[in-house]
């Protein structure tokens, strides 16, 4: 069943869109279900991906890799860019343990 929604409804849906509602989809898109465990169903997921899409390329000002930002363009970062990304973000280091004390 397809649901057709005009520019202007569009519009409002966005303008009501927090960013808390965005994360919900966001989490429901990658798993495939809502908070409460029911799976999405294909339209579901279909348009709550749309809804993903359509709030990052009005809000995402600082786009991750592989989301849309603010220009409609998907970001995609080099290997060495997320390499970097992730070295400035590491938590601890580990050491390897030595059985001989």
């Known amino acids: 069943m397809s649901v057709e929604v005009s520019p202007e409804q569009l ?10 509602i965005y994360e919900r989809l966001v989490t429901a898109v990658e ?8 799976m999405l169903t294909p339209e579901q997921k279909e348009h709550s991906l749309q809804m993903v899409l359509l709030w990052q390329s009005r809000h995402n ?8 930002g603010t220009n409609g363009e998907i970001t995609m970062k ?20 030595n059985n001989d004390e």
């Open 78 to 97: 080099s290997k060495q860019e997320l390499k970097t990304l992730f070295q400035g973000e590491m938590l601890a280091t580990l050491k390897p343990q």
């Open 11 to 20: 519009e409002q849906l966005l303008a009501v869109m927090t960013p808390e």
């Open 61 to 68: 000002h600082d786009p991750e890799h592989m989301t849309v």
């Open 31 to 38: 798993l495939g279900k809502w908070p409460d465990g029911v």
